[in-house]
């Protein structure tokens, strides 16, 4: 869409007000409001605003940036208020020297991409987004859940549908295009699948569904989250993402008729890549404490690094291929959860299979068994290693990944390793309530 294009429908959809938002390094979504007026100057020399009050972003002697616009991510918010009617666009942030700043993760993304289109290669790729309803009056220290349906459970007057109609109703007005909604394996958890896009507009769509789910759910007076455990005991909440590649054609690069599972080389060298940086991608992809409370055998949450087929305890899995459905080849990857800035992890995701690509590794024999079922002495016998059992493990692995850190770049790396260690750190001297009752009375 160019900008007289982009006038027009706002003159058409009667807006008002327009929020341009970005994110901060962690996946937080930051705006900045401006009256309907003054977008076409937006439009046509961004926005300035004040880097060092926005997390990793700038120091106070080096604070100014702008923001640029982008027209295609245009639409309408459709909670606002008609006479207060409120859009969003998405932004890219520039440094005053007129470059994409370095520490901007959906320019991360972009520059990813880049240097993937330039071996001929364009990542796509489909999220699968869990997340839990509670009732708002649930305390946080015990959440109540706000159904006690099970996996694709279905009844006309389950309240749980009627929120997540709504969601879709309003995702799609929005332009997110959902393939399908359904609940989930554990009491008061749900789903949305959405449309096969490239990594920038699905990483988009992924910031869209999380505020949007959660403004939903409140307009139901009840609270939504994208915590990846929020109950012991249950499954969590996860963020498989289907990946593929294709050429400048539209032809997926994934397919090869006589491949085993119908992979190309290139898939299957995508693949080693994937679970060659999977330690190191860990952090990224799972980068809260809480992220490996899910990352536990049991649950369907992958903890063993190999691939597979039809083993859903494989890091990485391969749907099934459909005659009839070449381009839809692709492969899954389990570990990420909804906790994760988008941006950051599809980059280090496809960094980490180009990898795979550039250097022509070779991918191990898949596992058919169930791996959870394996002893210790069987998994080193096969060869299997499993993803780090902490966040403090997953960010020793990422500091010695050069790969996933050169994704990064250094600014974001630096930014997110002292964030994170420090939130490592603070979770790590806390004394919880399990401790107390396990050893208080008996030491």
């Not at 364009?122 to 999220?127: A, R, V």
């Not at 015990?142 to 109609?165: C, I, K, L, N």
């Not at 008061?188 to 990594?199: K, L, R």
């Not at 994208?226 to 590649?245: A, C, D, E, I």
Request: glycine share 6%.
């Amino acid at each position: 869409m160019d900008e007289k294009e982009l006038l027009e429908r706002v003159a058409e959809d009667e807006v008002q007000f327009i929020s341009l938002q970005f994110t901060d390094i962690m996946g937080t979504v930051k705006s900045v409001s401006i009256p309907v007026h003054r977008l076409e100057e937006a439009l046509n020399r961004g926005v300035w605003f004040d880097g060092s009050s926005i997390e990793g972003f700038a120091r106070i002697f080096e604070a100014d940036m702008f923001l640029k616009p982008d027209p295609d991510s245009y639409t309408v918010l459709p909670w606002s208020q008609p006479e207060r009617r409120r859009a969003r666009i998405i932004c890219d942030v520039y440094g005053t020297d007129g470059n994409p700043f370095k520490g901007d993760p959906r320019s991360v993304l972009k520059r990813a991409v880049d240097r993937a289109a330039e071996m001929g290669m364009h990542f796509n790729c489909g999220p699968e987004v869990e997340f839990f309803l509670f009732d708002n009056g649930s305390g946080i220290t015990e959440p109540v859940p706000h159904d006690v349906a099970g996996y694709f459970d279905f009844s006309p007057r389950d309240r749980a549908q009627v929120v997540r109609s709504d969601i879709v109703k309003a995702l799609m007005s929005m332009k997110v295009d959902v393939e399908a909604s359904h609940h989930e394996v554990a009491i008061g958890q749900h789903e949305i699948d959405f449309e096969y896009a490239n990594a920038v507009t699905s990483a988009d769509n992924v910031m869209t569904v999380k505020y949007t789910v959660k403004a939903v759910a409140q307009s139901h007076n009840l609270m939504a989250t994208f915590m990846p455990k929020p109950l012991f005991g249950v499954n969590g909440s996860g963020m498989h993402v289907h990946q593929s590649l294709q050429d400048g054609s539209g032809n997926n690069l994934f397919y090869n008729p006589d491949g085993q599972f119908r992979l190309s080389e290139s898939a299957r060298q995508f693949v080693a890549g994937q679970l060659k940086h999977a330690p190191a991608l860990a952090a990224i992809v799972a980068p809260t404490v809480n992220s490996y409370k899910r990352l536990v055998p049991g649950y369907e949450a992958p903890v063993y690094i190999c691939w597979a087929q039809i083993n859903r305890s494989a890091l990485i899995r391969i749907p099934r291929y459909s005659p009839g459905r070449e381009q839809s080849t692709r492969v899954e990857l389990r570990c990420p959860d909804p906790s994760c800035n988008p941006y950051l992890a599809f980059a280090v995701m496809l960094e980490a299979g180009m990898d795979g690509i550039r250097n022509k590794l070779e991918v191990p024999d898949p596992v058919s068994d169930d791996v959870y079922e394996y002893s210790p002495s069987k998994l080193v016998e096969e060869g299997i290693e499993t993803l780090p059992g902490t966040l403090g493990d997953a960010l020793e692995e990422l500091g010695k990944d050069d790969v996933i850190r050169g994704a990064l770049g250094e600014h974001v790396y630096e930014v997110f390793h002292r964030a994170k260690s420090t939130e490592w750190d603070e979770y790590r001297v806390q004394v919880s309530q399990w401790e107390r009752q396990r050893y208080l009375e008996i030491l």
